[in-house]
């Protein structure tokens, strides 16, 4: 029954897509949320080979997948001997990180986690039962659990545990990381499902990546697999018109160039090591590395090299297996 169910649920999914604020509901929009390719994948294989690497040289904004609204702290560059440091005063036992793979806020988080080496296990929640959250009162991802205290909200969750990893920096200041950080949550990420949805060929190529990493039994797999790319092929077509976008590609391309201009020849945003703008940008533009709009990125525009460094600072995933 519960399969049957689950076939219904992504079935009046396809038919019924309304606006993109909410794409008819709460079962479509959990249908959105599980195919918004953000980028939860922690020891995925790099997203460019070594050539593409020399190219690639719905109101409020969203900071969790559905949540609204964020607050931003800003943190300045430090050096890795300082951040090992701090790193030393903030050791929690037990980091779960409850995501859906395809979420660009569960990767803002997950670069985080790496990047500061924090071992942390992911639990990968089904998008049409969501069992594995029914112990929560808050009901979208991510979600994380931090020596059993639950934090929620990508940025929320980001500026709480940069914080207790730098107890000093108490002051809310760099006011140029918080635009780009702000910028990648209502810019960036809604350039992305035009894209990775643009045609129905590259809509089936997205909800194949979904499918084959998001925790669906092998019923849900096949199902959504081919309703989803059906939904999301035309409710792309609905994001480009909220969002002003007339050339998809154009508009990723430009994207990409508009961070390249913003680094200003730095190494990244914040200098000389990644700041948390960094992070967040890179998290939400992981996802999409094995796909054709990344691989069409990565041809046509500036923001490889950067990405380059980026994959080498935040390094190896910190995920342990549960």
Known sequence: ???????????????????????????????????????????????????????????????SCGAGGHVCFSSNATSLAQEVHAQDKFLPKDVELYQYEACPFCNKVRAFLDYYKI???????????????????????????????????????????????NPENNVVNGEEENKWRGWVDNHLVHVLSPNIYRTAS??????????????????????????????????????????????????????????????????????SNPNLADLAAFGVLRPIRHLKSGKDMAENTRIGEWYTRMESSVGESARINA
């Not at 991510?142 to 990893?165: A, N, T």
């Not at 959504?224 to 007339?246: D, E, P, R």
């Open 119 to 165: 071992p942390y296990k992911v639990m990968e929640v089904n998008p049409i039962s969501k069992k594995e959250i029914k112990w929560s009162d808050y009901k979208k991802v991510p979600i994380l659990k931090v020596d059993g205290e639950q934090m929620v909200d990508s940025s929320d969750i980001i500026d709480k545990l940069f914080q207790r990893i």
């Open 1 to 63: 029954m519960r399969r049957v169910n689950g076939v219904a649920l992504l079935s009046r999914a396809v038919v019924c897509m309304g606006s993109s604020t909410a794409v008819g509901g709460a079962t479509q929009q959990r249908l959105v949320q599980a195919a918004m390719l953000s980028t939860c994948s922690n020891s995925n294989p790099l997203w460019f080979t070594r050539r593409l690497g020399d190219h690639f040289g719905l109101s409020k904004p969203s900071v």
């Open 202 to 271: 590259e809509a089936l190529e997205s909800f194949d990546y979904i499918t084959s990493h998001g925790n669906f039994s092998l019923y849900e797999r096949i199902v959504a697999k081919y309703t989803g790319a059906a939904a999301m092929y035309f409710v792309s077509k609905k994001l480009k018109k909220k969002h002003n976008i007339t050339d998809e590609r154009a508009a990723l391309y430009e994207a990409a160039e508009t961070w390249v201009d913003a680094l200003k020849g730095r190494q990244f945003l914040g200098g």
